[in-house]
Structures are given as C-alpha cells and as structure tokens.
C-alpha cells in the first residue's frame, strides 16, 4: 500500500528535460502525527526543497540519521526510512539516473547528498521555497523546472552510450545480466563498469540491485510515497517464502541473507515509530 500523506502530488517535467528529469512531485503533511515512508533505493538522485519542519533519514541496517532538508542527492543503492514529525511542504524532482552527471563536472558517488546550491542559485532556491510556503505548488515547481531546463549540462558519447544501457535495464526492470546489458549496446564488460563507476557512482551490478529491488516492492505497494510497514511486510513475506537464493537476488536484488536482514531492521525500525 502507499502511504496515507496529508497531499501527494505528481507532476510531469517538460521534454527538454529528457536526460535530465523524470518527474516532480510536492508532499505536504500536517504535523498531527508522524509520517513514515520508505525511500526505495531505485539508481535515481533527487533535487529537493524543504519548508517546515524537517524531518529526518534514518538507514535501516546502520541507524545513521541525516536531515531531510534542502539538497542534491546522487544515485541512491539502498533502502532508507523517512520520518516527519512537524508540518511541512516538500518539493522533489526525480532526476534521471544521468542527471547528476550531465548537470555537474565532478564525478557523482552513489548515497551522497550535497547543497542543493550545486545547481540551484541561491535566489531560485529562495524563491521556490516562498512560494511553496504560500500554497503555491504548481509555481513553485515551474521555477525549479525552468531553472533545470537553462542549465549547462554534459553531452559526450559514453553518456549516451550508457542512457541506452541504463534503458535496457530499466525496461526490463533489472532482470538482466550484466553481459546482457554490455552486448546490447555493443561493449564489453570493462566498459559498461567504468561509465556507471564514472558517470553514475556505482557499479552495473549495484544499479542493477537498486531497480529490482524498487521493482519488486513497488509491484505490491503501488506508485507515490511507499509505507513502511507494508514494505516489511512484502519483505518479510518473500524472506519467508523460500524460494531458491539465485531466485531470491533475481527478483529482489539482494541475496537472502541481506534480505532477512533488511526485513528485521525494517521491522524493528517500523515498531519504534510513534503511533504504531
């Protein structure tokens, strides 16, 4: 199931995005109670502005705690729990995998968040913020857009070459085999490692982990904002199943032992939260 939220939007971003953006969305809560979703490790990075009361991120397998506050994150390889306690108003835009490197010169590392002044100007930021305070969701998200959309980016071959891998991955949601994906766009395996190590931050394989891993919650817990206690259930209840190891990472992503492990995290992690 996704999660109960006070408002969850989705937006579409123009075309002349496309590399760029994926979509954005705007999340609201009221403050009444505490507001607990997965963020699903997927190989997508995030713009975000936040007004309110931030929240925070906390790793499940690890209990390292980072804000939920204003901020460019790259590529994210791993499951993570977000907790909202205050009234706030969140502004995303889903980057393509690529987006972090066609908008920025240095080299992207997987699971990092930086100032989302990397690529915003102050005053953008500014003024996105203030009109997500005052209600106005649509503008807010039409300043970050066209902001995105007169930035510099990138160009170069081996982006292209890997936005196709990266399609045939995702078209297939990630069950593939790294050689699969390498012959498709006609390279060899030494190749496909150094543009994702390059340009994405993580190896094939870790990407390939991320999109079946989302993939494999998503398909029972449905698009938007993803709650936490039903992801533990899905989990726990494919741990529980017993299905082979190799069928296991296949369709999850992840080998059975880091899957049961996960699963008991998240629920511990989900017994924890106020309210529950």
């Known amino acids: 199931m996704a999660v109960a939220v006070d408002s969850y939007r989705r937006l579409p971003v123009p075309a002349g995005l496309h590399g760029i953006a994926e979509h954005a969305w705007v999340a609201r809560h009221d403050g009444g109670r505490q507001h607990t979703e997965v963020l699903l490790p997927d190989g997508r990075g995030l713009l975000q502005i936040v007004r309110g009361t931030g929240g925070r991120l906390v790793d499940p397998l690890t209990g390292v705690v980072t804000p939920d506050r204003d901020g460019l994150r790259s590529a994210w390889t791993r499951a993570v729990i977000a907790e909202q306690t205050g009234p706030v108003a969140r502004l995303g835009v889903q980057l393509h995998p690529l987006g972090p490197a066609r908008l920025r010169a240095e080299r992207p590392v997987a699971d990092t968040w930086l100032p989302v002044e990397e690529v915003l100007d102050a005053a953008t930021v500014a003024r996105a913020g203030e009109l997500l305070e005052a209600g106005g969701d649509d503008e807010a998200v039409g300043v970050v857009l066209d902001a995105l959309a007169a930035l510099p980016r990138r160009t170069g071959a081996d982006l292209d070459h890997l936005e196709d891998a990266l399609r045939f991955i995702d078209e297939r949601h990630g069950l593939v ?37 989302a993939t494999f919650v998503r398909e029972s817990v449905g ?23 190799r069928e296991v990472e296949r369709f999850t992503g992840l080998p059975p032992v880091e899957l049961r492990r996960l699963a008991e995290h998240l629920a511990q992690r989900v017994a924890a939260s106020p309210g529950r």
């Open 223 to 245: 698009s938007g904002p993803v709650d936490a206690a039903a992801t533990t259930a899905v989990v726990e209840w494919f741990v529980e199943a017993g299905y082979p190891p």
């Open 177 to 213: 085999r790294q050689l699969d994906v390498a012959r498709d766009v006609a390279t060899s395996l030494g190749e496909l490692h150094r543009w994702c190590t390059h340009l994405l931050g993580m190896t094939p394989a870790q990407y390939l982990s991320a999109v079946r891993f």
